[in-house]
Structures are given as C-alpha cells and as structure tokens.
C-alpha cells in the first residue's frame, strides 16, 4: 500500500509553518510534500524539473492548494491536474485566504473537491486542519487510479 503523502503547496513560509503546525497538533504524522509555487507543484506531480526523480507512481492522498501562487497560480495549476489522466481524480482541497467569490466560483468549476478559507484564529485552523486530514487522509476512499499514473 503506498503512503498517504499530503501535498501542500503554499508559498506563504508563514502559513506554511501554521499549516505543518497545525499538522503536528492534529496528530496528522502523514508525509508532506511542500511545494513553494505553483510551477513546483507541477514539476512534483508530473515528475519534472526538481522532481525529475521521484517516484510518479506515488501520488498525494490529497493536494492542499492555495490560490495566489507564484510562477503558476493556483486556479492554472488545478486546470492542469483536472487535465491530465494520471491526476485527474487526484482530491484537490483550496486552502486559502481569499474571500473572493469568484474564486470559489472558479474553484469549483475548475473541479477543486472542497474549499477551506483559513481561519485567522490559530486554534480554529488547528481544528481545521485536524478536520481535514481525519476526513481526507481516513475516512475518504480515494479511487485507485489517482495511486498510480
């Protein structure tokens, strides 16, 4: 069985460290895979660049992906899994600040499986998070073809 490796990809290093934090005190010991931008998150899916390397046949359980990214925004960069067959039905979680309505609009029209607007109160995030990985990392099923390419 391969490992459940949460993707996040977050270029904030602060919201970075609440995120990884807030992993720690949900108890959510799962691998993460951290990508700082947008054209990184790619190159870690599609095996390129950087992530040349890495094992294409073990794909994040889920991506948490933030929407104002640098390089390749978050919206561009959910256009390209929902694209391409071998993450297609890979679960998507936007993980943002943004309370612009049109980006939940597109979002989800894009294909994006859930919307988190994070909470500015640390221990609404903790739960948050803690939510999240019991939901995405447990009890989801998760379709075997987003497991291999």
């Known amino acids: 069985m391969n490992p459940k490796i949460i993707l996040l ?15 720690q005190h949900g108890h959510i010991g799962n691998e993460v895979a951290l990508a700082i931008d947008g054209a990184e998150a790619l190159e870690y899916l599609f095996c390129e660049g950087r992530h040349a390397h890495r094992d294409g046949s073990v794909m994040p359980a889920v991506v948490l992906l933030d929407l104002k990214l640098p390089k390749v ?21 936007i993980l943002t600040s943004s309370k612009e309505e049109q980006d939940l609009f597109n ?3 894009l294909g994006a499986n859930s919307y988190i607007r994070k909470p500015v109160d640390f221990d609404k995030f903790n739960e948050s998070i803690r939510q999240l990985g019991l939901y995405w ?7 075997p073809s987003t497991l291999t390419p």
């Open 73 to 93: 925004d978050g919206l561009a960069v959910l256009r390209a899994i929902r694209a391409d067959p071998r993450t297609r039905l890979l679960p998507v979680v």
């Open 9 to 23: 990809v977050e270029d904030n290093p602060n919201d970075r460290e609440l995120t990884l934090l807030a992993f």
């Open 137 to 143: 990392l447990v009890i989801n099923e998760v379709p």
């Open 107 to 109: 979002s989800y029209s």
